[in-house]
């Protein structure tokens, strides 16, 4: 027995009486039904997990990676002098967009966290801070580097590199944890809807035994269940996923300063990628009952 | 149509039939007789596919069987009509239904006209719309004689047809076999019932086989 794309074309075209011969009811229905729906509700949050992990990624990885600081550790009486060293130098550095040093308020401010607001700066030995933008192309850090440390001596270039990186492997991970979740949740619909087809096929061995002496051939046997099956998962399926999508669609908007936990809902044109689950919980319902139906029907006379 | 050739069958080591050699020729009426147990049935399952010979050759409608793929044995039980002793419906579908199923599977539409004529000619016009759960043993030797020619096969195998129905149930569905009979058709019966044999025998020339020692041979006169 082949399963090729007539059997697809039966599928979607539907035989009233096709579909008569297996009988209606079983608890394999609502199995079917329960899995697709609660597998389905799943994958899309697998999906959003995955999509949030990789915007995460992109954007520490773009932010990150397109600066750079210069911290400017001298004594009080230099400091000034060597931060205006440091910045003659970016201006005639290749790959620098812009370069600035912050301000004794915006130091104060990323401080306060820790420090409180009240600090005073001007009475403590803390580095100047001089942020540096990157243009598209660029800067050579192991050059700057060298420059500085001949002309700015208490100047030390941090490119991002050390810290930017497990950040952004990190994201990376969970994208890819999201990508394994949504093939582990489509592995597991393919098993229970293999077990579900075996025990409908067993169930009706009689049905199938019937359709067999009156002339039936393994094809259209298959095709009665693998189109029931395909159905009941497609439509277990759309359900799993409308209300997983209004799910997602109640958590929290991305917000720039609440982390990752509130951008875990789909963004733009992704809002169309959930559509996608009940198709691929279709498609396993009908390579998986495909299958079943083939095994079984393959050790009958 | 159907032609065994030194057919012999095992099953678990030992063999139920042995050097069988039988044609079942275009619009011939066979009766299959001999004890329970002796491989009646197996023959039967032989003759339309349902079980390949351990040894010999069967020929059903020109073609071995053992050449034959799965949709090709599909297609020869579309020209063989087989009625069981213990015959199987789809218990969720009527009668009816249940009738034309042939016709469905093979992607066939019934004739309203074709199907009630059918029904009538096995008296079951009126049961048209009962589940087969609903049928006495002898309505449901009929619907399943009715489901076994809705095809128009050109064999028609009844194995053990009256096995479960009353004496005057069994002749009505024998004159029904023997319609079928002059109507052109080949039928094979396999019984242990010697009357229906000789009841038939009025009506039609029939040739009597019994197996005997796992062999088949022709039936003396004592029938």
Redesign the interface.
Known sequence: ?KLDLKVLQALRAGDK??D??V??SGFTAQLTLFAAAAMAFLAVFALALSLASGRLAQRWGDELGRTATIRIVAPLDQRAAQTEAALRILETTKGVAKARALTMEEQQELLAPWFGPDLKLDQLPVPQLIEVLEDDNGLDPAGLRLRLSAEVPGAILDDHGRWRLPLVQAASRLRLLGWVLILLITATVAAMITLAANAALSANA??I????????????IAQAFIRRFTLRALSGAAVGTVLAMFAVLLLPGAQSDAGFLTGVRFQGWHWILPVFVPLLSGVVAFAATGAAARRTLGEL? | MIELENVAYSYGGGELLSDISLKLAAGSFHFLTGPSGAGKTTLMKLCYGALLPTAGHIRVFGADVRELDRDDIAMVRRRVGVVHQDVKFLDHLDVSENIKLPLTVSGRSSEGADLDELMSWVGLTNRANALPAELSGGERQRAALARAVIMSPDVVLADEPTGNIDWEMSQRLLRLLIELNKMGKTVLIATHDLSLIRATKAHVQARVLRIANRRVQLAGADL
Not at chain 1, 209 to 220: E, P
């Open positions: 027995m009486q096709a008569r011969v009988p209606p009689q049905v035994a019937v359709l067999r002496l009156v002339g039936a051939t393994d094809r259209y006379s």
